[in-house]
Structure formats: C-alpha cells, structure tokens
C-alpha cells in the first residue's frame, strides 16, 4: 500500500475538488490509501457524499491553513498544525510516501526543502510537469522553483528529468535539449551559452543541442531544460494556447446546421485529441531532488487532476525515483 498525504485546504478549489478527486483515486486503485489533512469536520463533510473504502482513507486534522499570498518561510516557520506543514512532516517520519497539494506553491517549495530535506548532493530540486506533444509528453524541467539557476543547477536539471523519463516514462536514452533562442550553439543568454558546453559534456545524458519554443510541442526533444522563470511562461503560455484552441474549436463546430452534423462524427476522435492535450490528465509536478517525494498541481486543479496527481505517486514509489537520484547524483555524509 502506497501512502499519500494531501493536502485537503490548498488551491482555489479545496476542499470540494480535493476530496472528489481523492475519493476518485482509492476508488480507481486498491494499492493507494491517502491521508486527507486539513480541517477534519469540513473534510468529513465533503467525504459523507462519497461512497468508497474506508480503509483507504484517513483524516488527519490540522487547524491551520496556508494563505497563497503569505510569505512561505514566514508561513512554514508560524503555521507548524497547517495542513502544508503536517503533510511534510508526514513524508519526512516515513508514515506517507508522498505528498500532493494544490496550495502556496511557495509553500510547498519552502516547506520541500526544509522539513523533507534535499538529498545530499543535489543543489536545487526543479519543479517537472509532463506537457502533452504531438508524440506523447515531454518534461519540462524547471517551471517554477528556481528562478535565478546557475549553469550547475540547469546540468542537475537535466540528468534528473532523464532518470524520470526513462523510469517513469520508459523512454531509453531520452533526448535532452536546453531551451534556447536559436538553433546555433552561440545564441542565447548568458545562461544557456555557459550551460550548453557542459550539456555536451555530460557523459550521462542524451543531449541534442538546443530546443525553440516552437519546437516543444512537436515533441523534439523529451526532457526540456531550462530555469524557472523561462520554463513558467513556457507552461503558462502552454496551457494558455491549449484551452483557447480547444475552446476555439469546439464554438467552430456549433456555428451551423452542417458543423454540428461533422462534428457529431468526429466528436470520438476529436474528444480523444483535445483530451490528450488536457494538462489535468499528466497529473502534478514533482519536486525532483527531495528525501520524499512531494507533488505540485495548479492551484485551479479539479478532481481530475488531483485523482492522476495520486495515481502518479504508485509510480514514483515503484520506480524508486528518488533513490535512483541518490544514486547518480547523491554523495555520502
């Protein structure tokens, strides 16, 4: 049984969407118990609509909530029964496997690295989301967790996201590519030009050069580095783009009489193709680097995504990611 801890106040839509989506979960799977953290007689509540095994859900309460816009060290350091806090320290004694939250994304970074701890070796865990392509999903690695990243980090960045590829994902030798302005290894800032030797140099990795924004969701390259503020607008344009397409596209099939009449035979396939460019269904973003494993979703996730985000932790328990990062990029006490 894979224990999950989640965080059952955090994001727009707690705790409605975070309960269904657990729920969802230990229904979908009998190898998953989660451990909803927050206030338990809100929690109860939502969980008395639900059908499903109670010996693989547990409440566990905390009094506390984390504000999205509170300072997070200040939050993590004042705020110890807050469901963020409670989780972590759920993961860091071993009683969870993971932990899930749609909450302070600051938060959850601060909250990461301090109470479950680094592992020893590796300078700054990177924020991964999956990100649907036109072959399947890349991972973008980093989106959101280090903004000011030097070159050292970006190489971390980058033998982290192949092990989770070929682990996760079962893509041997997975292409690697740094984000770039141009194709030509003398563009770019100051950044990716000190980056894109070492990439080169890296004995460990399948580095292909550099990867345009344009090219990402052709699926060039399978793991996309870059620091935090490049990789955020990259995933926020991303999503962005892929709900106006899809919205787009299904108001173009209602305008007439004739439309509506296509659309009913292409609504199967179409349904398929707009559905595998949903964000939701590649569940969260992990923080890669950590002694637990702790798992970032949108703060607007719905229960769709919170129900893929828990199913993922069973994968990342099984395919031993972290320790397969201790392995390769660890050093001894």
Do not use: W
């Not at 649907?132 to 033998?159: K, M, Y």
């Not at 990402?216 to 870059?226: E, M, N, R, S, T």
């Not at 106006?244 to 349904?271: E, F, N, Y």
């Not at 949108?298 to 031993?320: M, R, V």
């Amino acid at each position: 049984m894979v224990n999950v801890a989640v965080d059952a106040m955090g994001g727009d839509n707690a705790p409605v969407q975070i309960v269904k989506g657990a729920v969802e979960a230990v229904n979908a799977n009998k190898e998953i118990k989660v451990f909803l953290v927050g206030k338990e007689p809100v929690i109860k509540e939502e969980l008395s609509k639900y059908t499903y095994d109670m010996t693989q859900m547990e409440v566990v309460h905390a009094s506390e909530v984390i504000e999205t816009a509170e300072p997070p060290v200040m939050a993590i350091r004042k705020k110890k029964d807050s469901s963020i806090v409670k989780a972590l320290y759920m993961v860091k004694d071993g009683s969870c496997d993971a932990f899930v939250s749609s909450g302070s994304t600051g938060a959850v970074l601060v909250g990461g690295q301090v109470i479950v701890g680094r592992i020893k070796g590796v300078e700054r865990p990177p924020l991964a989301p999956l990100i649907p392509t036109e072959n399947g999903v890349s991972l973008l690695i980093d989106c959101g967790a280090n903004v000011d990243a030097r070159p050292s980090h970006l190489i971390q960045f980058a033998r982290m996201g192949s092990i989770y590829m070929e682990s996760i994902m079962g893509i041997k030798n997975p292409r690697v590519g740094i984000v770039n302005i141009g194709a030509e290894e003398e563009k770019g800032n100051a950044l990716v030009k000190e980056t894109f030797p070492l990439l080169k140099d890296c004995q460990d990795i399948n580095f292909i050069g550099s990867v345009e924004a344009r090219d990402i969701p052709a699926g060039v390259a399978d793991v996309v580095v870059c620091e935090a503020f490049v990789g955020n607008v990259i995933l926020k344009l991303y999503e962005g783009v892929g709900a106006t397409l899809i919205k787009k596209v299904k108001g173009g099939m209602m305008t007439s009489l004739r439309s509506k009449l296509g659309a009913l035979l292409v609504k199967p396939a179409l349904k398929s193709t707009l559905r595998s460019f949903d964000v939701q269904e590649y569940g969260g973003a992990p923080l890669l680097g950590l002694n637990g494993l702790v798992v970032k979703t949108h703060g607007s996730a719905t229960e769709i995504e919170i129900k893929n985000t828990i199913l993922q932790c069973l994968d990342f328990k099984k395919q031993q990611i972290n320790e397969k990062i201790r392995e390769k990029l660890g050093t001894q006490d």
